[in-house]
C-alpha cells in the first residue's frame, strides 16, 4: 500500500498520560500535515512540515502538543498530559512537491481520553 | 479570520436522483478550492479548483468554481448508495508566513436511499 499510513489506529488513554502517534507520508511528499477533526466538524489544521522543517502551527496546538519530523520522512505528534477536549480523530496528510493544496489524507488516529 | 461553510449540511435523496452541494468561503490570499469525500475514514480526494468557469468531471461527479460568488458546486448525477458519504471542501489559502493552509467547512452528509 503506498498511501498515507497512520498508527495507531485507535488509542484510549486516561486523562493526564502522554501519547504520540506516527504517520508515514507518501514516499515522494515533501509536505507533512497534522489535523484534528471532531465529531461533524471538518479538519482543523494543526501544523506543516515541508522536508524536516516544520514552517507553521496553528492556535489550536498549545504546549502540550508537539510534533516532529526529524528525517524528512515520517512523523510524529505527542500529546503530553492529554485532556477529555483533546479526543478527537487526529489525521495527517501528505501533498507532493509543487502541489501543496492536493492534500492525501491517511486513515487517521481516533484518541479518546477517559 | 477564514471561513468556509457548506449547505446543504445534511441531504436524503434517492437513488438516479441529481443533488448539487454548496461550498462558500470567506478567505484571504485564496489560492484554490478543494473537493473531499468522507465515508467512515480518513478524507479522499476529489477536485482541485484553481480557475473560474471551468468545470471539472470524474465519471458522475463535476464541479465548479466561481470565484466572483466565491462559492463551488459539486454535482453528483444518477446518484448510487456508494455515493453516501460527508463531501468536504477546503479553501487552500497562502498563510500570513507564505505557505499554503487548508480551511474545511463542516461538510454536507449526503445519504442515498435505496
Known amino acids: 500500500d503506498t498511501g498515507v499510513s497512520q498508527d495507531p489506529r485507535h488509542k484510549i488513554t486516561k486523562r493526564g498520560q502522554n501519547v504520540t502517534f506516527r504517520c508515514d507520508p507518501i514516499?515522494?511528499?515533501?509536505?507533512l500535515y497534522w489535523y484534528r477533526q471532531t465529531l461533524g466538524q471538518g479538519p482543523e489544521f494543526l501544523t506543516y512540515?515541508?522536508?524536516?522543517?516544520?514552517?507553521?502551527k496553528s492556535r489550536l496546538l498549545s504546549d502540550r502538543f508537539s510534533a516532529e519530523r526529524p528525517k524528512g520522512s515520517f512523523s510524529t505528534l505527542e500529546i503530553q498530559r492529554t485532556e477529555q477536549g483533546d479526543s478527537a480523530m487526529y489525521l495527517c496528510?501528505?501533498?507532493?512537491?509543487?502541489?501543496?493544496?492536493?492534500?492525501?489524507f491517511g486513515p487517521g488516529t481516533r484518541l479518546t481520553v477517559t | 479570520e477564514d471561513k468556509v461553510v457548506q449547505s446543504p449540511l445534511s441531504l436524503v435523496v434517492h437513488e438516479g436522483d441529481t443533488v448539487t452541494l454548496n461550498c462558500s468561503y470567506e478567505v484571504t490570499n485564496f489560492r484554490s478550492l478543494l473537493w473531499y469525500k468522507q465515508e467512515k475514514k480518513a478524507p479522499t480526494f476529489l477536485f482541485m479548483l484553481?480557475?473560474?468557469?471551468i468545470e471539472k468531471k470524474s465519471g458522475r461527479l463535476s464541479s465548479i468554481l466561481d470565484k466572483k460568488e466565491l462559492s463551488s458546486i459539486l454535482n453528483i448525477t444518477a446518484t448510487q448508495t456508494g455515493d453516501s458519504a460527508i463531501y468536504l471542501c477546503?479553501?487552500?489559502?497562502?498563510?500570513?508566513?507564505?505557505?499554503?493552509?487548508?480551511?474545511f467547512g463542516t461538510g454536507t452528509r449526503l445519504t442515498i436511499i435505496p
Open positions: 477546503a479553501a487552500v489559502t497562502l498563510s500570513n508566513f507564505g505557505n499554503e493552509k487548508l480551511t
Open positions: 514516499s515522494e511528499h515533501n509536505r
Open positions: 496528510a501528505s501533498s507532493p512537491p509543487g502541489r501543496a493544496g492536493e492534500q492525501y
Open positions: 484553481t480557475s473560474s468557469g
Open positions: 512540515f515541508q522536508n524536516e522543517a516544520q514552517l507553521e
